[in-house]
């Protein structure tokens, strides 16, 4: 068997933007393509907009958001291309050490029988 090479760094990021049901929350709100600001973001989750800044530096870092600044007013949205780069590395990885039907076997959860 041959053994994955280590998640790389922007897949890693990608994972721990994931991790926070905040982000997960705040991923949400970009449904459809929609851009928002930091205000509507922080309005529509209920944060201050120090912490909703923090978030969107995370999911940025994370390939997740990309923004773009139009005078004083800065515009995050998902970024689609990246999403999918992160997954398929991810996929990769766990095809490599879990690959599927690898000796899956559905579970029973009712437990052992006799």
Partial sequence: ???P???DGP???FLKALAS???QQIM????GGREL???QIATACGLGQSTASEQLAVLR???????????KLVRYRADPTAIG????????YLACCCPPGAGSHPADPSGPHD
Avoid: C, K, Y
Wanted: proline share 3%; no cysteine; net charge positive.
């Fill in 37 to 39: 600001t930091v205000g």
């Fill in 28 to 31: 949400l709100l970009f449904a």
């Fill in 5 to 7: 090479a280590p998640l």
């Fill in 21 to 23: 049901e905040t982000r």
């Fill in 61 to 71: 870092r994370g390939g997740l958001l990309t923004s773009t600044r139009d005078g």
């Fill in 1 to 3: 068997m041959t053994t």
């Fill in 11 to 13: 897949t890693r990021d």
């Fill in 85 to 92: 780069a992160r997954i398929a590395d991810l996929q990769g």
